[in-house]
């Protein structure tokens, strides 16, 4: 898992699956497993926003994530 510090979270791609677990601790962050899950929603703050964090989480990854992939289930 890779913390973005942007976020505040731990994002890992598995299987073409973007999963993410919030970070704890201001000095080293580590991941909280317990919330630990699927990203299913990226448009919360707005559609821009989803935008941007999908860029940043395909330049990283290099993935190709769109908006589409992220209904909100």
Known sequence: ???IDG???FYEVKAGVLYYA???G???PKPDM???GEVTAVDTVSEEHGRQFLN???QR???DFKLHNF???
Do not use: H, L, Q
């Open 1 to 3: 898992m890779e913390y």
């Open 34 to 36: 317990e919330e630990y």
């Open 26 to 28: 201001s000095v080293e």
């Open 7 to 9: 976020y505040g979270s």
């Open 22 to 24: 919030p970070a704890y």
């Open 71 to 73: 209904d909100g289930r």
């Open 61 to 63: 990854f290099g993935t």
């Open 56 to 58: 940043d989480i395909n």
